[in-house]
């Protein structure tokens, strides 16, 4: 399947359970996301003014999901498990918690500090994850701009300042080890 036909089915879903009743549009954005993150597990959030897609294992920042978990009750949450996606199960808030504080590293499969480097980098480099609602820093992704990277999340996106903290505490721990021997 496409990102198209995912997309078709994510509409009828839509209008099936009649959500949103105001800002349509926000599908629209819903699909970009779709196209741009492709074929993914996703978090997709209707509610009465509005859609949100939110890509998991990425650091995506759940702000906007914890905003309205807390503040409107009209919010339904359904899993969107890549293309195929057909029937969209309804998620719980619990459940929709747990998802969205994914991490986007597998922290414990690394084991030297180059893969750490790289795993962290490409986190870095997507524009969604390296801006928050209103700025968008430039900040190398070199391992020397790890604490800046740290001091722009921290009370802005709680998930990827925990990936920080942990990425700058692991690869601190690779540098105080001693050298493998062969």
């Known amino acids: 399947m496409s990102a198209i036909t995912a997309f078709e089915n994510m509409k009828k879903h839509a209008a099936k359970i009649e959500l949103p009743k105001f800002y349509k549009e926000d599908l629209d954005i819903d699909f970009n996301i779709l196209k741009k993150y492709q074929n993914r597990k996703y978090v ?37 498990n890549g293309f195929d996606e057909t029937e969209f199960k309804e998620l719980k808030v619990n459940e929709v918690e747990k998802l969205i504080s994914q991490m986007p590293i ?68 690779f540098s105080n080890r001693k050298p493998c021997r062969a």
Do not use: Q
């Open 44 to 80: 997709w959030m209707l509610r009465e003014a509005g859609s949100l897609l939110l890509p998991l294992g990425i650091g995506a920042n759940p702000f906007m999901f914890e905003f309205y978990i807390k503040n409107d009750s009209t919010c339904r949450f359904f899993m969107v």
């Open 106 to 173: 597998e922290f414990g499969l690394i084991d030297c500090a180059d893969d750490l480097i790289n795993k962290v980098e490409k986190v870095l480099t997507d524009r969604n994850i390296a801006s928050s609602g209103f700025s968008t820093v430039d900040y190398g992704t070199e391992p020397l701009h790890w604490r800046d990277w740290l001091n722009f999340f921290e009370g802005n996106n709680d998930l990827m300042e925990k990936v920080m903290r942990r990425a700058i505490k692991m690869l601190d721990d």
